[in-house]
Structures are given as C-alpha cells and as structure tokens.
C-alpha cells in the first residue's frame, strides 16, 4: 500500500476516504483536520486562552498536542475522578505530558468538589457511573474556565463520539438533545464559555495512530466504567456498519450537522438563570451539579448516623 | 507468530506467515477498532506478519462518557 500524498510505504489505511498515507503524511494530514474543524466553526483565536481539558487518553492528549504544535496559548485541565488505579495512572501521564511540554496543567479532585469519588457517586445516585462522572465533568470543566479567565474549553471528543452520541439520542428520540449536539457551542450566558471538540472530523482510530506516531503516552486501558456503557454498544454498531460501508459513521454526523440539525433548532433556547445556591448557570433553581453533592452529603450524613451500620 | 490483545490481555499464537487482514478476520477483530502494531511502526492490512514476528492489536475505543 502507498502513502497518498509521496508515494513511499504507508503505515495507516484510511478506508473511509480511500486512501493510505505514511507517518509524516498522516501527522499532517490529521493536523489540517482541526485546522479546519477551528476554521469552519470558528473556535477560537490565536489571541484567546484554551482550556484543554484531558483525561490522560489518546483523543485529549493528542488534541493538545496538536493545539500546542499550531502555536496556541493553551492550559490543561485534568479532573481527578478518583477511580482507583486507573485514576492515578491518567493524571499521572497528564503530568507527564504537561511537563515534558513546559506546559500549565490545572488538576481538580471531583472528591473535593462533590464530596465523594466517581465510584461512590455511583453507589449513592444508583445511576450508571457515566451519568454523574459526566455531569461533574461539565459542571467543573466550566467552572474552572471561569475562574481563570479562560473562554473556552476544549475537549478530545472525535467523530466516533459524535456519531454514537447522535446515535444514541436518535434512538430514544430525544429531540431536546439534537439542537446540542454540535463541534462548537456558543456562550449563550455570560457565565457560560464556549465548548468546542476540535477532534470532530477525525476518528477514533485515526486520534489513537495519531497519538502512537507522535509517541504520546497515553492510559490505553478503558476506565473500569465503561464496560457496559450504552455508548460503547453504540460505537460497536457503527463500527459494524462502518466495516460494512466505510464513511457509514462519517456520513452519518456530517449529513445531521449539514442537513437534520438546523431544522431541530430552536428561536431560544431554554430559560438560563444563576443556581441559588453556587450562581452556576442552571434551567432550574438549583443546579444539577448541586443536587447531587446534596445526595452524595444525606447518604455520607445517614451511613454515619448511629445505627446505620 | 504471537498476538498481543488487550481488554483483557492475553497473547494468541497463530502459524504461519499471514496477511493483517486475515489475521484480524480469524480473531473476529473488525479492522477499524485496532491498531496493528509491529515494533514501533503500524502495520496495514495488506503486509505479511512472518511466523517468527509479534504484533499487538491494540483497541482504539474509548468511551463510557456521558
């Protein structure tokens, strides 16, 4: 097989747009598709601050990478979810990382702001674990924006993501979520920063032989979580379909974000207003966010009460 | 030649010089979800693993993220 673009032998084949390219060739090649996922929906500028948040896999890290080579001014965020081992080793190859770049990395303990770790979350909500991981996630990937003067944060999330999540709220049919689903969301509240996913365009094989060509070290282990996860079903269904016909997953996000999107959009958007009780923005009085570290307090509060053992 | 695989780690033997595409066909791997790894290289469907060489299928799905 040949590299598209010189010809020599090529490392990675990209059925989906029928090609193959060599490791220098594929770098660029990946590199000008954030180029122009920046471009098209105008993320950000070389004259703002990103928040990078990582999480110590291929996608985040090799987004940062990637953002770091064009030259912008860029700070990671890494949220310590406190899931075991796998916790330490991902902060531990975000620290690696932000270090042999020279780079600020801002790490948060979901512990210390929810008032339990992702696995006790778990336990007290009776929810899947994705559930709370991904609320506190938002919620402190936000906050942490604010706090620093930053205007927008930036995530690894690639076009598998993309298509199993759109995947996912077709399925149930949850129209609510389709206006939301989107490479870039706009700043509709002054205490809310944009949120981009620069990675949109590339796959998820395409971010991991990224990642190994540049000789990022990266946690290639699953959290322990996601076994299970309804996203995962979904991505194994689309990548069966993509087997089947490549482009399949491609084609279904793009064709929804060009064609279905814009008519699932809405004059306004729902009412925002501040949480009573953190000034976070929120559709109700009080926050999701704040909600849960209430539940996770009662069930701390009634596992210590005399008796509850 | 040996295959390392992941999720959970286990190593597989198979004989013989093979083609990546007929590897990952008889281990039931759907192309997309790996990367096949020879040494420091990726490896494409259409180059021969000789019998005395080791490869890993590493997974590239993650996931779980709400």
Not at chain 1, 13 to 35: K, P, S, T
Not at chain 1, 153 to 167: K, P, Q
Not at chain 1, 288 to 303: E, G, H, I, Y
Not at chain 2, 7 to 36: D, M, Q, S
Request: charged residues 30%; hydrophobic residues 40%.
């Amino acid at each position: 097989m040949k590299c598209r673009r010189c010809g020599g032998a090529a490392t990675l084949e990209l059925r989906r747009h029928n090609a193959a390219f060599c490791a220098d060739d594929f770098v660029e090649f990946f590199r000008n598709q954030v180029r122009e996922a920046i471009r098209r929906h105008r993320m950000f500028t070389r004259d703002e601050r990103v928040l990078v948040a990582v999480s110590g896999g291929k996608d985040s890290l090799a987004l940062w990478d990637v953002l770091l080579d064009e030259g912008y001014d860029t700070t990671g965020l890494y949220l310590d979810l406190g899931i075991f081992e796998y916790s330490v080793e991902s902060r531990a190859k975000c620290e690696a990382f932000a270090s042999r770049r020279g780079v600020p990395l801002l790490v948060r303990r979901v512990a210390d702001e929810v008032g339990a770790p992702v696995p006790v979350i778990k336990l007290v909500t009776r929810r899947p674990p994705c559930s709370g991981c991904g609320l506190s996630k938002r919620y402190l990937m936000n906050q942490t924006a604010l706090d620093h003067g930053l205007p927008v944060v930036a995530t690894g999330h690639n076009l598998d993501d993309e298509a199993a999540t759109l995947f996912g709220s077709v399925m149930h049919w949850r129209t609510e979520a389709l206006p939301r689903q989107s490479p870039a969301l706009a700043s509709t509240h002054p205490k809310l920063v944009r949120r981009v996913k620069p990675l949109y365009r590339l796959s998820e094989r395409e971010t991991a032989a990224y990642a190994f060509l540049r000789r990022i070290d990266y946690i290639v282990d699953e959290c322990p979580f996601a076994a299970g996860a309804t996203s995962i079903a979904h991505k194994e269904i689309l990548n069966r379909m993509e087997d089947a016909s490549p482009g399949a997953k491609h084609n279904f996000l793009f064709g929804f974000l060009e064609k279905a999107r814009p008519a699932f959009e809405r004059a306004e958007g729902p009412a925002l207003q501040e949480c009573a009780r953190c000034g976070q923005v929120t559709t109700s009085t009080v926050c999701a966010f704040c909600k849960l570290a209430d539940q996770v307090k009662r069930a701390s509060a009634s596992a210590d009460a005399p008796g509850a053992h | 030649m040996k295959v390392l695989l992941r999720n959970p780690r286990r190593e597989v033997t198979l004989a013989g010089n093979r083609r990546v595409k007929e590897i990952l066909r008889e281990l039931e791997i759907l192309p997309e979800t790996v990367l096949v790894i020879r040494g420091d290289d990726l490896v494409t469907a259409d180059q021969v693993v000789r019998d005395d060489e080791t490869i890993e299928l590493r997974p590239v799905m993650s996931g779980g993220r709400a």
